[in-house]
């Protein structure tokens, strides 16, 4: 059966959206994975060399470590201050701790990410929550309520190659509306339905976040941005590098007054040009015949470039110069490493409250469809671990002192560490466990009880 006239409008609509971001995102994918081609490095060499190319990988540097600082410990639901025990099965079910690093690099190369909210066939206590691919996905926005009105997710039939080819036609796709979710196929030029579910949640079942979004704006901007440029200054230093070191690395030999048959052996035969030119020893007849050498190449010019280039980095991300190749010759210590990350940790954690928004989101539309009810307002709140560096003493140090000061819980001391909710659990079973062996505990128990029987012994 063929769509809607409306529901086709607002497919070819989001199609066009799709389409707009493709070949952005085709080039942010190759500075990730480092498969970007000569001519985006502005490099004018011939094919044959261009096996000297190297690139530094940057963009995937700076990707990854704030990705492997964003883990989140617990949801909570307002006016709670533990974490719900529904939403963190819903979390664990849907393996969202492994997700949720997609989740983040998907944002951060392309500026932008989804979430995907549905039913559970096989047990509706537990949605389905699914990381969707934001080279398939497209989004229509009401800026007004900044909530999304329309969404789709365009994938070919070829398993190899799912996403799109600018200008290509869509083989399939899934029509998120606010009410209703309809599968669909191109057919003779013509979107036709091949299923629909009749939800009735009132709100379209996707999320999506926007990286670096500016007022006014509903685009992402990818986190690498910024370091793309300096990442292929630093590939064309270090492809000159490679180049100068095979061309010119190795001290280079001189002659005059000679010809090739003066390189003969002692038998009469022609030595090759190999030998010739590497033997340490020349014996010369002809009267003006010269023997010289050219000095190698001096590389540390291109060391001072990557290291400035470098330098750079750091300062348009906010990054440790280490994780640039910076390094000193003695390891920092802790309180250094701490005062050194203090920009990138506050770079996590902004990330961290915006990404926590987007969560409680995904968080809401799932508890809606378990309890028919939503969240008033949003508000869902996602705990993160500490994004800074683990330092093990003073953490210790500190936390001891707050705790025998009388100023920290147990349970507080926990949370301070960055304990799980089922690490927590299992500490209280322990606790349990040893308080129903102790005697004294015991006798303190049965004395609160009134019988006063206390336990024998001196």
Known sequence: MALSSEESAVLDKLYAVHQATYADDELMLDYYLGQQRVEQLGLAIPPSLRRFLVVVNWPRVLVDTIERRQNVRSLILPSEETADPQLREIWDANNLDAELTLFNTDRLVYGRAFMSVGANEEDPSLPLIHVESPREMAALIDQRRRTITAAARFYGSDEKAPNLALGSVPENAVLYLPNVTVWVTMADGMWTEVDRNDHNLGRVPVVMHLNRRRSGSWEGESEMRDVIPLTDSAARTLTSLQFTIEAHGNPRMWMTGVSKGDFINSDGSQKPVWEAYFNAIHTLTKENAKIGQLDAAEVSNFETALSMYGKQAATVTGFPARYFGLHTTNPPAEGAIRA?????????????????????????????????????????????????????????????????AGVLSREGYWDELGWSEARKAKERAYFDAETSTDPIVAATRNLAAGTGNAPAGG
């Open 340 to 404: 050194d990350e203090a920009q990138l940790v506050e770079t996590v954690e902004r990330h961290n409250t915006a990404v926590g928004t987007t969560l409680g989101w995904a968080a809401a539309l799932a508890r809606r469809i378990v309890t028919g009810e939503w969240v008033p307002g949003n508000r869902i709140r996602v705990d993160w671990q500490d994004p800074a560096t683990p330092t093990v003493a003073q953490r210790e140090d500190a936390l001891s002192k707050r705790r025998a």
